[in-house]
């Protein structure tokens, strides 16, 4: 049964956590399963990177491979690098995590033995030692070295004779780590031919770039150990990126056309570190039942909220979802600005606003969104005119709205579950409404933009006038000189660069309007086109100025 505000208002609805799935659907089921064969039947020295977008579902698909795992002679080590980012040096507290998770393990499973007690204890004798260098000088990984006192815990640790400490340690402390932690890990796993230690580094995506690739460089210490995988859940984007930014600042420029066979790609750094890549897909139209059914089974949604998701919400998700998808968190956040806005706003009609949130959400709607917040109840008049049959409406109220999207006329049409918006008297209260929880900018830039939206209907007028007619090219000054004051007012602690270019772009249009071919009319077309190009870059402008500012 379908609900309206008011009912909706009084219902004990709950927002939807951030959170992993613990009962994930779409497939993640029959991946963890898969991964657990790779893990369980490989010969353990290798990398799994999950890759996916923000929210796209790593971390759960990870806690799902966890769960399939034989814990008996499997340890599972959770490394969360954004963490430890103050740490100097993240290859301490990788190491310390794994040292604590072998402790852990040998509790649990109650083992006579004392391997993994053993392991644990070189691990913190390597940890000594690794600080001790770091105090001398900073290096990791690579070679480095240092004095000889450096690696006084290592070779007390393996009761080397004094008489033979000069032969036998190694001068580099990093040599003498990976050494001692060799021993130990290869005297470990060959007491089970099953063991192994999967580590999952996870949230490496909320790290800075020099963190992450820190964690990564840190890693490769790892695989030339017996008896260790990764399971490493990132952005491919992101770490591709801040790879190639790192070593750009290396790179020593080469002449010619060999420049670029020189320069260290991001893309080939991240297929060298794993060995096993999959790549997480956002959830399609056809998935969308799956993904509900999830998200109310493990939020735990009272009967009423999960019978409005699936009544009132779905149809609007089928016209959310684009063709690429969209990732689960995207989905989560929509249906929690929903349900703030219908407690705060009981009044409202449901689906109207579902329908401001997905024109607000889909940047393939931006020509909706823009138009719809200039022209407010003139957009939904020709909207109205043009639903019911009068097909130029909405091109002659902005002649870029001959664009739009049909997909958008089909959510808006008859039988779309947005059909209610061009009965709306005050579309006002919606746009505020949805603004308050999902807008890409502030009240005083999405009034900015406002305005500059609307220019695009007097330089139309302009364009039109004849010679004697001054009125219409007088009111673009006007509204120009309006814009230049709001932006100086509003550019007060804000980034110069970006108000600048922004006033630019309106002095721009002063000397177009000035430029205007009155005594030509075939000239006046491409007059206009150039006119609404620096409306356009003038949006663009306001749009990057809202991402900074």
Not at 319 to 347: C, H, M, Q
Not at 496 to 523: K, M, Y
């Amino acid at each position: 049964m379908i609900m309206d505000g008011a009912s909706i208002g009084a219902q004990s609805f709950k927002v939807l956590l951030d959170v992993p799935s613990k009962k994930p659907n779409l497939d993640y089921d029959i991946y963890a399963l898969a991964f657990k064969h790779i893990i369980e039947k490989s010969h353990p020295r290798f990398a799994i990177g999950i890759f996916g977008d923000w929210g796209s579902g790593k971390t759960t698909l990870m806690e799902a491979i966890e769960a399939k795992l034989n814990k008996n002679n499997i340890i599972c080590v959770w490394f969360n690098a954004w963490r430890y980012e103050k740490e100097e040096h993240l290859i301490i507290p990788l190491l310390d995590t794994v040292r604590e998770a072998l402790v852990e393990w040998d509790r649990a499973q109650q083992k006579s033995g004392r391997a993994a007690l053993e392991t644990a204890a070189t691990i913190g004798k390597v940890i000594h030692s690794l600080l001790a260098g770091f105090n001398l000088r900073v290096g990791v990984p690579g070679t480095v070295d240092v004095s000889f006192d450096a690696n006084k815990a290592l070779a007390e640790s393996a009761r080397i004779a004094k008489e033979d400490r000069e032969a036998e340690v190694p001068r580099s402390f990093y040599h003498a780590a990976f050494r001692a932690l060799n021993n130990a890990f290869e005297s470990f796993v060959e007491e089970d031919a099953k063991r192994r230690i999967v580590i999952f580094v996870d949230d490496l995506d909320r790290c800075l770039p020099d963190g992450a690739l820190e964690v990564l460089e840190s890693m490769k210490l790892f695989f030339d150990l017996e008896g260790f995988v990764f399971v490493v859940g990132l952005d491919r984007k992101v770490v591709e990126l801040a790879v190639e930014a790192k070593y750009a600042k290396e790179h020593v420029a080469i002449a010619g056309d060999q420049e670029d066979a020189h320069r260290i790609r991001g893309a080939d750094y991240i297929d060298k570190i794993f060995q096993v890549p999959f790549d997480l897909f956002p959830v399609a139209v056809g998935e969308i039942n799956s993904l509900l059914d999830s998200i109310i089974k493990v939020s735990r949604l009272p009967k009423s909220q999960a019978g409005d998701l699936r009544d009132t919400v779905k149809p609007h998700l089928r016209f959310l979802v684009e063709d690429s998808g969209i990732n689960p968190r995207e989905i989560k956040r929509y249906i929690n600005a929903y349900t703030l806005l219908i407690k705060l706003k009981p009044n409202l009609w449901l689906d109207v606003v579902l329908a401001m949130l997905t024109i607000q959400s889909r940047l393939d709607w931006e020509l909706v969104y823009r138009n719809l917040r200039a022209w407010r109840g003139r957009f939904i008049d020709a909207l109205r005119e043009q639903v019911h049959g009068q097909s130029n409406a909405l091109e002659n109220l902005a002649p870029e709205l001959r664009e739009i999207p049909p997909r958008f006329m089909e959510y808006v049409g008859p039988n779309g579950p947005a059909k209610r918006i061009i009965d709306v008297q005050n579309i006002d209260d919606y746009i505020y409404a949805g603004e308050a929880t999902h807008s890409r900018f502030g009240p005083g830039l999405s009034d900015l933009v406002r305005e500059v939206t609307i220019l695009r209907g007097p330089l139309r007028d302009a364009a039109r006038s004849t010679p004697e007619n001054e009125q219409a090219r007088n009111q673009v000054s006007i509204s120009v000189k309006q814009l230049r004051d709001r932006v100086l007012r509003f550019s007060s602690g804000r980034p110069v660069g970006f108000s600048n270019a922004i006033l630019r772009r309106l002095d721009d249009l002063t000397d177009v309007l000035g430029e205007l071919p009155l005594e030509s009319s075939e000239q006046r077309e491409p007059w206009l086109r150039g006119a609404n190009k620096l409306v356009d870059q003038t949006l663009s402008d306001i749009e990057q100025w809202s991402r900074w500012g």
